[in-house]
């Protein structure tokens, strides 16, 4: 059947042979070589698609069309087959004279001389290119965040099996794994609006672009995530400068319609190496970006193994913490503070504590990664509200109507006021009396960038009618100036000062400068930490007003504290 075939075709070519001739020509693209790939023949379309005349090809090889975009890989696959004697079948982009890319479809044949060895080779060929064009449009779309023009995550994963495979090769060029969320991000949406929103992630979008100028993947894996792949630019500039960039650029002003907005971001980076892979890789930065959230963000953080353990720390409590409070294993507790002058129990500061069922009753400081997780925040500060409503009703019913709760904003919040709208908004909610309570705010809460914003807002929460009390004064550098810009009512010195006290002249003239320094403001001060009956002593002879500390009592539940009250005086100062 095939000899028949072979014989018809013979039949037909001998017959009308220009006819068939004119045939190839109008349908394809046509070119011969040699076997060393010199051009030997090419038909009219050949040169209308290239825009070189036949003489200029002739003599020539095909590297003169060559568009760079095959690698040596795939040329050295193609030559692998012909010289194999098989068939070459593939698509192929080439460079015309002007310049521009076609792509054309393109089988190549070897031919071979009478004693059956390979003397050239024929291509056939049609174009694609409209074809080729229209299939990269609709892949660049698939990997496209359509909202910011940034690849989206499937395209940047592709970019990033790339770069570990590339990081695999012997003495493979550093690649870094750039990945960051946006802090501040969601008030811009909750107040102004999901149009600002998507303002504010088109413009942090052109600002990366900026930052590697196109030369490294960019991504917005989804929501505030952003993602880079630094390999290019590290050959110009050192991590350290492109991330100190990056964190500038972030936090430059964003201006809106409505508004101007400030953010951060908590950036994690992570090294890409060729042992790793892409879901490890992943992994290893979003760790990064947690460590620098739990610094309080608009931090950077390189990913270290130890950086892994304490993630795996910090879920496995937060899911205790989600269990803990279902079984309301949480409870304020109270710790006394003493007017000195009437040796009575007139404060308290209000302190988390949690009912373990394994590791017993822990304060605050041990579970404070409880709350910087934003879901369990909100639980915590309701419950912590509600807990205030109950015991206030407690103690009115005993008749302790006067005594006033004082609150640590800082273990709270991660000395982020704008995010504690939560706890104020639930004390107005319950109807509890702002003049119950003294808000205690840290120096840390009076510095940086949110210095401003928190100062305004301090003056706001006063004005609504809660105290405000400077907390750990002598710890750190408050200005002596910040005790006059704001309504301060009071100022808790640090119990670093009363350790040695009593035995040490030094800290004893310390600690009364420190409440002189107070009592020249106008506000009236606490000293915190006070252990023994001599401290106690000590610093009521030097006129402070409230002694807070183990000598007076640990936290304590709200009905201990009733008791408290009534059964004990404590030493006050002569009349």
């Known amino acids: 059947m095939a000899a028949q075939h072979d014989n018809r075709l013979r039949a037909l070519t001998h017959d009308d042979a220009d006819f068939w001739a004119d045939v190839v020509d109008n349908v394809l693209i046509v070119a011969v070589t040699d076997r060393n790939g010199t051009i030997t023949y090419v038909n009219d379309k050949f040169c209308e698609i290239s825009q070189y005349s036949r003489e200029e090809l002739l003599g020539r090889t095909h590297s003169m069309l060559n568009s760079g975009q095959h690698d040596r890989a795939f040329f050295r696959s193609m030559y692998r087959t012909l010289f194999t004697g098989r068939t070459w079948h593939g698509n192929l982009c080439n460079r015309a004279k002007d310049g521009s890319h076609y792509w054309v479809a393109t089988t190549i044949i070897p031919h071979r001389n009478n004693d059956g060895k390979i003397n050239g080779f024929v291509a056939a060929r049609f174009e694609i290119t409209e074809l080729m064009n229209a299939k990269m449009r609709l892949r660049k779309q698939a990997a496209t965040d359509i909202l910011t023009g940034l690849l989206n995550r499937g395209g940047f994963n592709t970019h990033l099996i790339a770069a570990l495979e590339a990081s695999k090769r012997r003495n493979a060029e550093p690649r870094v794994l750039v990945m960051f969320d946006l802090d501040g991000f969601k008030p811009v949406n909750d107040i102004h609006g999901h149009h600002a929103g998507d303002e504010v992630l088109r413009t942090i979008a052109t600002r990366l672009i900026e930052l590697v100028g196109g030369e490294d993947p960019v991504s917005r894996l989804g929501g505030d995530e952003f993602a880079l792949i630094l390999h290019k630019s590290l050959k110009t500039s050192p991590l350290e400068t492109i991330l100190k960039k990056l964190q500038n650029l972030l936090e430059e002003p964003i201006m809106l319609d409505s508004a101007t907005v400030r953010i951060s971001g908590s950036i994690g980076t992570t090294r890409i190496t060729g042992d790793e892979t892409l879901e490890g890789l992943q992994k290893n930065a979003d760790v990064a970006v947690y460590a620098a959230k739990q610094a309080g963000g608009k931090q950077v953080r390189m990913f270290t193994p130890g950086l892994h353990k304490s993630t795996i720390k910090r879920a496995k409590l937060l899911a205790e913490a989600r269990l803990g409070v279902q079984e309301n294993q949480f409870e304020v507790y109270y710790q006394p503070i003493v007017n000195t002058r009437t040796g009575r129990i007139e404060q308290a500061e209000a302190l988390m504590r949690w009912h373990h069922p394994v590791r017993g009753l822990l304060s605050a400081g041990v579970f404070a990664d409880v709350f910087t997780d934003s879901t369990l925040a909100q639980i915590m500060e309701a419950h912590l509200v509600q807990s205030f409503h109950d015991d206030i009703r407690k103690w009115h019913a005993a008749g302790l109507s ?30 509890l009396d702002p003049r119950s309570f003294i808000l205690e705010v840290t120096e840390q809460m009076l510095q940086g960038r949110r210095a401003e914003k928190s100062a305004l807002r301090l003056r706001e929460l006063a004005q609504e009618g809660f105290g405000l009390a400077v907390d750990n004064f002598g710890y750190g550098t408050v200005r002596l100036s910040t005790l006059g810009e704001l309504p301060w009512q009071s100022l808790k010195i640090d119990r670093c000062v009363v350790r040695n006290m009593a035995t040490d002249e030094k800290a004893r003239s310390l600690l009364a400068s420190l409440i002189n320094i107070g009592h020249g403001y106008g506000l009236t001060v606490t000293v915190e930490g006070v252990e023994t009956h001599e401290e106690f002593d000590a610093v009521r002879d030097l006129g402070v007003d409230y002694v807070q500390g183990f000598y007076i009592a640990p936290a304590v539940s709200a009905a201990e504290l009733i008791h408290l009250t009534y059964q004990k005086v404590w030493s006050p100062l002569p009349a």
């Open 402 to 431: 006067s005594l006033r709760l004082a609150v640590n904003l800082s273990h709270l919040d991660l000395l982020n006021l704008e995010q504690q709208t939560n706890l104020f908004s639930e004390i107005q909610r319950h109807s």
